[in-house]
């Protein structure tokens, strides 16, 4: 497809990027393999092995400090012998108990949600571990000894994403719960540093992939699609888009999709007009699940829509989803360059938090 060539050479514009980007959000993205090794070394020792076993995980967070809890517990629960959820809301599930381990995560330490949940923890006599960069959070973990992590401050929330994931997989593997951590992040590193040169924002548009689906994202609506592994890469695109681009845009995943919102694609034609759609592809799912994407593409396709498919790479499952994730971030960072948008700032969600206070 051929692209308005002031788009193109506004990607291309280094010094336009920099100025733009008052936080070095691109270098963020660039030092994520860094990230990964930095927050496994000495995370897993912040919790005691203690025998008998583990009755369910939960990762209570927000936002930015959720994703972790569901990027860990997609990539493990294929060998987990506990069940993993991550909480995004005051309460914990019921089910949780004096057997349970239930971290805590909040970039800022001060997500009422989370802290709220971390009460319920405590009442409960379940296992906790805090991951935060301060606030009240570590204070709480301070005050009562209880296991804490503590991350870099001055950062945006979901440029921390390997310092709040990572030790959530380092803990369960020195439990015992997952193996292959390391191992795992080692590989990731090596692939993201790769596509850090491939995606990063010294690659012209026409060699770069992030910025050619930034260009076919810009002025749109975008629909990213995950199936199994890559549903969380979904909605970490969904939201990477939402704050640092300042648009609107919806995940889904297969093959629930194909259950309901497949039958949506007719109507209103205005916002079928507005939409464009991203499949985050792994070689790794069912099947009939690859057979659904296809028989879907071409559905969407003849509504005229328009279907970017972008696949996986790398070996472990870890590898794979990062992969995933990483372009999701560079292509969030290149639509904010292509509005002209700062993408630090979240002022709403700051507004927000300030009137609820
Ligand atoms: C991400 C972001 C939000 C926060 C969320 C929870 O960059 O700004 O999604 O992550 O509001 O806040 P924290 O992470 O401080 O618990």
């Known amino acids: 497809m051929r692209r308005p060539a002031r788009r193109v050479s506004v990607l291309d514009d280094r010094q336009r990027i920099d100025d733009l980007d008052s936080e070095d959000q691109f270098g963020m993205v660039a030092g994520l393999p860094d990230q990964l ?71 800022s330490g001060n997500t009422e949600e989370t802290l709220a949940c971390l009460d319920e923890a405590l009442e409960r006599g379940c296992r906790t571990v805090c991951i935060c960069s301060g606030g009240r959070l570590a204070a709480v973990a301070e005050e009562r000894g209880l296991p804490l992590v503590k ?18 997989a380092a803990c369960l593997e020195h439990l015992g719960l997952v193996e292959s951590v390391e191992a795992d992040l080692q590989e990731a590193a090596a692939l993201l540093r790769k596509l850090v040169l491939r995606l990063g924002p010294d ?85 009939q699940n690859q057979r659904r994407m296809d028989i879907t593409a071409d559905t969407l396709e003849a509504a005229g829509v328009q279907v970017t498919r972008l696949a996986t790479e790398g070996e472990s499952r870890l590898a794979r989803l990062m992969s995933s994730i990483i372009i999701g971030d560079y292509v969030s960072l290149y639509l904010s360059v292509l509005g002209g948008i700062d993408p630090s700032p979240v002022e709403r969600i700051e507004e927000l938090k300030r009137r609820l206070a």
């Open 203 to 287: 690659v012209p548009a026409a060699e770069n992939t992030a910025k050619q689906t930034a260009l076919a994202l810009a002025g749109s609506v975008p629909v990213i699609y995950g199936c199994e592994l890559t549903a969380v890469a979904a909605r970490r695109w969904k939201c990477q888009i939402n704050e640092n681009a300042k648009m609107l845009a919806f995940a889904n995943e297969f093959p629930e999709l194909d259950h309901n919102e497949l039958v949506g694609w007719e109507n209103p034609p205005a916002a079928l007009e507005m939409a464009r759609v991203v499949y985050l592809e792994d070689a790794g799912v069912h099947p």
């Open 37 to 107: 090794l930095e927050a496994y070394a000495g995370a897993a020792d912040v919790i005691e092995e203690a025998g008998g076993e583990v009755g369910g995980i939960a990762v209570a967070g927000m936002g930015g400090s959720a994703i972790g809890g569901d990027l860990v517990s997609n990539v493990y629960d294929v060998s987990l012998p506990s069940a993993m959820v991550t909480v995004r809301n005051y309460h914990l599930p019921h089910w949780l108990d004096s057997r349970s381990l239930v971290f805590a995560v909040s970039y």
């Open 151 to 168: 991350v870099p401050a001055g950062l945006q929330p979901r440029a921390a994403l390997g310092y709040l994931s990572v030790p959530i």
